[in-house]
């Protein structure tokens, strides 16, 4: 259990201690209450006359005084009384000539009792709230930066195809009598697949870091691409959450190599297979992709932080 874990759980349980020893005042103080003597004036006035009165507390209230206090007869039994503001000199003077103390005060020193243990718990209470507040609201703005360091990226690649060249796509040799015409490999897929984690990363494109211009790439297996745009994407701390790709073809079928593809690209982006989905489709005959003399790949690569 991590530090804000336990300071939760030591506030949760503080705030239950001061609710239960507030309301153990509380009933306590109604016990009190009810076993006390609660008079009428007229026979309070006759336990003064009788000289059973030990001594009076008179706490003042803006229009009236309770009047708390002890029995003489019969002993340490307590009483209360209210009594109205404009009677109270009165009884005072009466209470004095029986000889009977008399404390007269604002306040109850036994009033803050109540008021702290009121008080002390709903404090806790709150800034228990406000705690679990600005914790709810750091996570929040934590998961907003989460997904504001979420990047995306697209991908677009085109060959022409060529009799008697071998058609290479998502790192598989497919059989087929054609094959794209390229300075690599000619591997759409593959290319697509790296413009959009470039783009994503904010690296540039495929060709400003492989160039046709440069002999070194002449033939060269695209997959490389990939495994160097993975280590780009390494050194600013960035992470493959998925990618989605589209090849375009109208022959031959794609669907039953797929799962090849998707190991060798994950193979080489040092992915999970799960996080590459791959989709084909056709160009229903229109353009040179439909008259079979192109092939073509669209992909969206999504990183994340580190």
């Known amino acids: 259990m991590n530090s804000s874990s336990n300071t939760k759980t030591l506030l949760f349980w503080l705030s239950l201690v001061f609710l239960g020893i507030l309301l153990w005042k509380l009933v306590s103080a109604n016990g009190d209450r009810a076993r006390g003597d609660e008079p009428s004036y007229s026979e309070f006035i006759a336990k003064v006359d009788a000289g059973d009165i030990k001594e009076v507390v008179f706490y003042l209230s803006p229009n009236s005084y309770e009047v708390q206090g002890e029995y003489a007869r019969p002993a340490n039994r307590k009483f209360h009384l209210t009594v109205p503001k404009e009677a109270a000199p009165t009884l005072m003077g009466q209470l004095r000539e029986k000889g009977v103390p008399?404390?007269?005060t604002g306040i109850r020193s036994g009033d803050w009792v109540p008021i702290l243990l009121n008080a002390a718990p709903l404090i806790l209470l709150?800034?228990?709230c406000l705690f679990l507040m600005r914790q709810m609201q750091s996570r929040g703005r934590a998961a907003l930066g989460r997904l504001g360091?979420?990047?995306s990226g697209i991908g677009y690649d085109l060959h022409r195809l060529e009799e008697g060249r071998p058609l290479i796509v998502g790192g598989i040799e497919l059989p087929f009598h054609k094959g794209p015409v390229g300075h690599s490999d000619g591997d759409v897929l593959a290319h697509a697949v790296c413009d959009a984690l470039l783009g994503a990363a904010g690296l540039g494109d495929i060709g400003t870091h492989f160039p046709d211009s440069d002999p070194k790439w002449k033939g060269?297996?695209?997959?490389?691409?990939?495994?160097h745009a993975k280590k780009l994407l390494e050194e600013k701390k960035l992470a493959i959450e998925h990618v989605d790709a589209v090849v375009i073809l109208e022959k031959p079928k794609l669907g039953p190599h797929f799962p090849k593809m998707r190991e060798a690209l994950a193979k080489s982006l040092g992915v999970p297979v799960e996080k590459i989905h791959l989709k084909a489709k056709t160009n229903e005959g229109v353009d040179a992709v439909g008259r079979g003399e192109a092939i073509a790949a669209h992909a969206v690569a999504t990183l994340v932080s580190r």
């Open 149 to 151: 360091t979420t990047r």
């Open 220 to 227: 060269a297996n695209s997959l490389l691409f990939l495994e």
């Open 102 to 104: 008399i404390k007269v």
């Open 126 to 128: 709150v800034g228990f």
